[in-house]
């Protein structure tokens, strides 16, 4: 029965290694050592042929020296071949002065005068020496009576120029191959220092590719591209990425929505996909700050901003505006709490004076007193609506009526007031004015004759917004700050952050392509004018054009100063 194998050991298994490290190493090391090898290739083929062409052109050099001899063109015409003759003579010396292989003088029928094997003079050469006896050079790599060699043929010439004979010099071809092998050597070892600098090269670089990707293999980088992938589209938290040159580098699905754009985007500049703005400028960096608030079509956005350290950002938004309008709607309902608390105790006390009045049967007194109290909410409702012909705006004023009323403070629509039932965005301008009259209300309550008076007036399809407290007012170096998110007098809420309010405003009314701006008033307080162009929809065909306001009420009371 076989052994059960030991936990943990097994077979040693050779393979592709998994590691980007090591892959990237192995890859460039057969790179450089593939280019090295192909580089020495390219580098001996030529120099065999560099060889032979410099043997050839040595031999015939030498040939050339000996054919201009006098003596030797004399003596080939005036002797017969021997060996020990002045042609064998003088071509020997010359042999042994170059060091060729041989020198062989033949006459016009190819018979040698001179051969470094004496036995071979007076015999014809064993190769075809035509060209050179016809008046031309040759040169060649040849097999002769000596071996392979490289030869060099020139004709030889008489004292009237004609052809009389050839000089053949050859070079011992073994000593062209020595002198190639010989460069073997110094050119493998430039081969293989290149190729070990190389390798030192192709380690360090690999090292540092190792630091970078924290060791990991391919599949764990691919795992890894496919869990960001999943991760950023997932989540319910948009995420922007920006390149060093403030190019969009990528946007999840979320931020996308929020955004309002779409894959499109990525690669394009901030400024080309966003335009200018508040938004725009929250992203780049240009506004700093942690929970940066931004306003992108209807929606409000908190934005945080990371650097990168290739001098890009990553930004995160996050989508405020249900929790802005549970924010808003929380501190109302806590404000009508208190108004119905405040209620309940004035109900009670009615009621205590209305039973006295019957108990002491002053009936007339009784009925007076309450068609007093249900005439005064009766007609400040009638007031409203006759003014203001949006329902929900008009909604909204006749409850901060009451809320105010019941801190304390008078809350009334300045002369001239009148909005017809044709806005465009509602709630939008039930967000403004809602703002901007519980501010009021904050800053009026406690103080001397505490009042607000809100004016609507139209201009054309423009809708001109005013709200005046009887509060201590605004500073006039914090006329531009009181704008921006995070500025407060008040303490932050349970719920969220201060300083959103008139920033929303703000927000909102720019988008309308409209302003806001805040000054002081004649007897103290502030006054915060809005601007909202295009704000009313176009009258029905056939309709009366509204009426403007008489230019002796504006839309509210007190000189601004």
């Known amino acids: 029965m076989n052994a059960p194998p030991t936990p943990g050991r097994g077979p040693r298994r050779f393979g592709w290694p998994q590691r980007v490290f090591s892959q ?57 071949p021997s060996d020990g003759g002045p042609v064998q003579s003088a071509a020997e010396r010359v042999r042994r002065a170059t060091g060729a292989e041989y020198v ?25 020496p035509g060209e050179a006896l016809r008046g031309r050079e040759v040169m060649e790599i040849d097999s002769g009576t ?13 004292p009237s120029g004609e052809v009389i004979g050839a000089v053949s010099v050859g070079i011992a071809y073994d000593s062209v191959r020595a002198r190639l092998l010989a460069a073997i050597p110094g050119l493998l070892a430039y081969a293989g220092g290149a190729l070990a600098v190389g390798a030192l090269a192709a ?39 920006l390149d060093g040159a403030g190019r969009v580098r990528l946007l999840n699905d979320e931020a996308q929505r929020l955004l309002g754009l779409g894959p499109e985007a990525a690669g394009r500049p901030l400024e080309e996909v966003l335009g200018d703005g508040r938004t725009t400028d929250v992203l780049a960096g240009r506004v700093v700050g942690d929970d940066l608030l931004a306003v992108r079509g209807s929606r409000v956005l908190l934005a945080n901003r990371m650097p990168t350290d290739d001098g890009g950002a990553v930004v995160t938004l996050r989508d405020r505006t249900e929790l802005e309008h549970l924010g808003r709607e929380l501190d109302s309902t806590t404000g009508l709490i208190d108004a119905l608390r405040a209620q309940d105790h004035e109900h009670a006390n009615r009621l205590h004076t209305l039973l006295g009045l019957l108990e002491l049967e002053m009936h007339e007194d009784a009925m007076e007193f309450v068609t007093e109290v249900v005439g005064v909410h009766r007609a400040t409702a009638e007031q409203v609506t006759e003014k203001v012909q949006d329902p929900l705006l008009a909604a909204l004023l006749v409850g901060k009526t009451t809320v ?13 007031t009148l909005l017809p039932d044709r806005v ?91 302003s806001v701006t805040v000054s002081g008033a004649d007897g103290g307080g502030a006054v915060f004018t809005v601007v909202l162009p295009e704000a009313l929809a176009e009258p029905p065909a056939g309709s009366p054009e509204d009426r403007p306001p008489h230019p002796t009420h504006p839309a509210t009371t007190g000189e601004q100063r």
């Open 24 to 80: 990237v190493l192995l890859m460039q090391l057969a790179i450089i050592t593939g280019v090295t090898i192909l580089v020495t290739g390219l580098f001996l083929a030529p120099l065999s042929d560099q060889l032979d062409d410099q043997a050839m052109r040595r031999a015939l050099a030498i040939a050339q020296s000996t054919a201009a001899d006098p003596d030797i063109v004399e003596h080939l015409s005036s002797t017969d």
């Open 104 to 128: 062989v003088v033949m006459n016009q029928r190819g018979v040698r005068w001179s051969h470094p094997d004496t036995h071979r003079i007076g015999a014809v050469v064993s190769t075809d």
């Open 146 to 158: 000596l071996g392979r060699s490289a030869r060099g043929k020139v004709p030889l010439f008489g």
């Open 203 to 241: 380690y360090l670089i690999s090292r540092r590719l190792q630091r970078q990707t924290h060791d990991l293999a391919f599949s764990d980088i691919s795992a890894l591209l496919t869990e960001r992938e999943a991760m950023l589209h997932g989540i319910r938290e948009g995420v922007v990425a």
């Open 404 to 416: 105010a009323a019941e801190r304390g403070v008078s809350l009334r629509l300045a002369p001239g």
């Open 424 to 514: 465009v965005d509602p709630r939008g301008l039930v967000t403004v004015v809602g703002n901007l009259v519980d501010n009021a209300t904050d800053a009026a309550a406690g103080s001397d004759g505490a009042r607000i008076e809100v004016g609507l007036r139209t201009e054309g399809r423009t809708v001109i917004l005013g709200v005046r407290d009887s509060g201590p007012g605004v500073p006039q170096d914090q006329h531009a700050s009181i704008f921006t998110e995070g500025w407060s007098t008040k303490d932050v809420p349970a719920h969220g952050k201060r300083g959103l309010g008139l920033a929303l405003v703000r927000r909102l009314a720019e988008r309308q392509g409209g």
